[in-house]
């Protein structure tokens, strides 16, 4: 029988997002520093939803949400592989520091596992030095640059 969790522990319910997260969801994106309305976040959600390569995984405490995780899965050619890639993780600025990070991460190597991937990233603007330290605390490590180029509208 599991004993019951500590005076620290992390009380987290992490769950697959849903429409009626669309809130929530434009409100942990603005807060990670990318525009978006609730409108833009049902899209987005619907999108995901609608895909199986990928997920989205909300952080819950005491009802509310205050993070979030989204997931892709692709084939890597370069190691004829599965690679899970984390195209999002923020936790509110309220909630940080509670280990909401390391969960959502921790359900995010979970899911990668589960689905066949060989091996997890992720990606970092330069300007975030602090979530840099926070991933490299976490067992990730630097491995190379990336490089974006706008295509515009199509």
């Known amino acids: 029988m599991p004993s019951p969790p500590g005076p620290g522990a992390l009380d987290v319910d992490l769950r697959t997002a849903v429409l009626g997260d669309a809130d929530d969801v434009a409100r ?3 807060e990670l520093g990318y525009p978006c309305d609730i409108a833009d ?4 959600i619907s999108a995901i939803l609608a895909n199986d390569r990928q997920a989205l995984v909300l952080a819950r405490r ?3 949400v205050c993070g979030l995780v989204a997931l892709d899965f692709m084939y890597y050619l370069p190691l004829g592989t599965t690679t899970c890639r984390v195209t999002a ?9 509670q280990g909401l990070g390391r969960a959502l991460l921790k359900e995010a190597e979970r899911r990668a596992r ?3 991937a060989a091996r997890i990233e992720l990606t970092s603007g330069a300007q ?5 330290a926070f991933y490299r605390a976490c067992g990730y490590s630097d ?5 974006v180029k706008p295509l515009g509208s199509a």
């Open 89 to 97: 993780l923020v936790v509110s600025n309220g909630a940080q520091g």
């Open 28 to 30: 942990l994106l603005v």
């Open 41 to 44: 976040a049902s899209e987005r």
């Open 128 to 132: 975030r030095s602090e979530a840099h």
């Open 143 to 147: 491995s190379s640059v990336r490089f």
């Open 114 to 116: 589960a689905g066949g």
């Open 62 to 64: 005491n009802g509310a």
